[in-house]
């Protein structure tokens, strides 16, 4: 079994891009960072990850489309015993939990559609186009993909899950053989600037002040320090950059917030949900502008379920099987909401 971090993880690229910009100071200490955070000593299952990345079926792509979904390649691309083969290689990255994403005709049916949430938050945004965008807690990617397909000018994501990183890699490597020669030995360094990197945002160098949209999305709940977050969201923004917030909520008046005791969902480690109002207050006091909440969705049993590539419980389970107004444990079942705001 391999140990050493994977050639499909490539971060030359990134950290020479990131040389001359308003990145430069994390750019200095980001391959220190790099080579702490991808080790077997940190992560026992690396290897099993590592040899999914060696021994994924090459296949050269022949249509990359990032605008309507996540679609690289097409069917005719390759036969059907080579996306048997692809099928059984990625499995070995179980479970997918983001997504869908569409390789070569093979359907990876994810946990989440997570195309939904990106259907409900884009209408909202200032446009990526040409933008240097950060997703914080972005797990493998796939709103990362969406974002460079509305024009990102870089898109990187942080994500400290080591699995998830390596998810990311392995659509990139089918990605980026629109944009270089398909040689997996020799990989061009004309790639495509989009990164995760695995990395937690407490890891990021204090008041970057760089990046024209930073997206949190799904972490918010589960910080300690709701304040702290904010105000770390904020200190990775130029003035006048955007934030876009997706969080749990609950349904109440300013002032409320739900800090759950045990588990929530069947979720360990969720903190923090407010009301709508309480978190307009507290972006507020954080110094962000104009915080507004732009939609708001109770999260469905069709948005997130069990799948073929994602085959433990979901979100059926998680709720009370008599009364799906409420979660297993008796609180309020997910309602998610975004907000956006400038630094
Ligand atoms: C619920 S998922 C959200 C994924 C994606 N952003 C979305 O909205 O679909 C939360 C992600 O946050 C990541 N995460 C946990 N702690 C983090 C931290 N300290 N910094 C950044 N990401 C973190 C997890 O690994 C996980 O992938």
Redesign the pocket.
């Known amino acids: 079994m391999p140990s050493k971090k994977s050639p499909l993880i490539n971060f030359s690229p990134l950290l020479t891009a990131l040389a001359d910009g308003p990145l430069s100071s994390w750019a200095k200490r980001l391959p220190e960072q790099l080579e702490q955070a991808i080790t077997i000593e940190r992560w026992g299952d690396m290897p099993e990850w590592q040899s999914v990345l060696d021994n994924l079926p090459l296949i050269a792509p022949t249509q990359l489309d990032l605008k309507q979904g996540v679609t690289i390649g097409q069917s005719s691309d390759c036969d059907d015993n080579t996306r048997q083969q692809l099928k059984d290689v990625l499995m070995g990255l179980h479970p997918w939990?983001?997504g869908p994403y569409e390789l070569f005709g093979l359907h990876l049916d994810t946990e989440?559609r997570?195309d939904w949430?990106w259907d409900r938050v884009i209408p909202h945004l200032a446009p990526l186009q040409d933008r240097l965008v950060l997703?914080?807690?972005?797990?493998?990617g796939?709103?990362c993909w969406r974002m460079l397909g509305e024009g990102a000018n870089r898109v990187i994501g942080?994500?400290?899950?080591g699995k998830?990183v390596h998810q990311f890699y392995a659509v990139k490597f089918y990605a980026q053989k629109q944009t270089r020669g398909f040689d997996k030995l020799a990989p061009s360094t004309d790639v495509l600037p989009i990164d995760v990197l695995p990395?937690?945002?407490?890891?990021l160098p204090p008041e970057l002040k760089a990046f024209d949209t930073v997206?949190?999305?799904?972490?918010f709940y589960?910080?300690r320090s709701p304040m702290d977050h904010l105000r770390e969201l904020r200190d990775c923004l130029r003035a006048d950059g955007q934030l876009v917030l997706?969080t749990l909520v609950i349904e109440a008046g300013l002032g409320e917030v739900l800090v759950p005791e045990g588990r929530y969902a069947k979720m360990r480690n969720v903190w923090f949900l407010p009301s709508v109002e309480t978190l307009l207050s507290w972006m507020r006091k954080c110094g962000l502008k104009n915080p507004r909440m732009v939609d708001i969705a109770k999260t469905s049993i069709e948005e997130q379920r069990s799948t073929e590539w994602m085959q433990f419980h979901s979100l059926r389970d998680f709720l009370d099987p008599s009364d799906d107004k409420l979660t297993a444990e008796g609180h309020p079942a997910p309602v998610r909401a975004v907000f956006i705001a400038e630094a």
């Open positions: 939990r983001k989440w997570s949430k997703d914080v807690g972005c797990g493998n796939y709103h942080i994500d400290p899950s998830f990395l937690g945002i407490e890891q997206f949190s999305m799904g972490v589960h910080r997706e």
